[in-house]
């Protein structure tokens, strides 16, 4: 079936403003990680979903950002008040869950979110 | 914490040359090991894993050893293309399932 996938893929947004990024995961994968991808922190975790079980949201940089799993399926990652620090490639990846440390995840192509 | 250091590229090299990109590892005990590659405009795909010491990962040419004694995680290929150019992730899982990744290095591969 189809890779994850994300949408949008760029979003440029205006400082202050708040930010809706989503990501559909790979059909049947009940774990689901976000990440993002920046030139000065390279790549970093953000928040990780799996079934029914509290995320574990230890890497989400302040209380601005929040994220959201409807149906053990579709994600929404919320970013208020958007800094321009926050500009980064959002990346999304699911994996079956089955496996634990051993899972491979699969990445969708990411949002490119730009804060002028 | 947990860190995963890999050598600064970039690193350019000509068609059919051997490569090596160096990736360490600090964790407090036995990771799962990854290498990940970003070729341009796509997103990350695994490349190889090993997930126990002395497991040897291997995919499209490359290979990697686990290694418990030195904490090391080596990329290499014997020869390499100019397709292979793209950035080249080294990672690792400990806990809770969450990729601690490495910088990233720029191989470029002239032909």
């Known amino acids: 079936g189809a890779g994850v996938s994300q949408s949008p893929s760029n979003k440029v947004t205006e400082k202050g403003k708040d930010v809706e990024l989503r990501c559909d995961p790979i059909?049947?994968?009940?774990?689901l990680y976000w990440y993002r991808q920046s030139l000065g922190q390279g790549l970093e975790f953000l928040i990780y979903f799996q079934g029914n079980s509290a995320p574990d949201k230890s890497g989400l940089p302040s209380d601005r950002f929040s994220a959201e799993r409807t149906g053990g399926s579709v994600s929404t990652l919320t970013i208020q008040r958007t800094q321009q620090e926050d500009s980064a490639v959002y990346l999304c990846a699911s994996s079956t869950g089955l496996a634990g440390s051993t899972d491979t995840q699969y990445f969708g192509p990411g949002t490119r979110l730009t804060v002028l | 914490g947990n860190s995963v250091t890999q050598m600064e590229g970039p690193v350019t090299l000509s068609e059919e040359a051997f490569l090596t990109i160096n990736c360490t590892y600090t964790a407090t005990g036995y990771p799962s090991l990854f290498w990940y590659v970003q070729y341009p405009g796509e997103g990350l795909q695994l490349l190889l894993k090993a997930t126990k010491a002395d497991d040897k990962g291997s995919n499209k040419g490359f290979e990697a050893t686990y290694r418990k004694e030195t904490t090391s995680f080596h990329l290499e290929k014997g020869s390499v293309q100019v397709s292979d150019s793209a950035v080249y992730f080294c990672a690792l899982i400990e806990y809770g399932n969450k990729l601690v990744f490495g910088a990233g290095t720029i191989l470029r591969v002239k032909s």
């Open positions: 059909s049947g994968h009940t774990a």
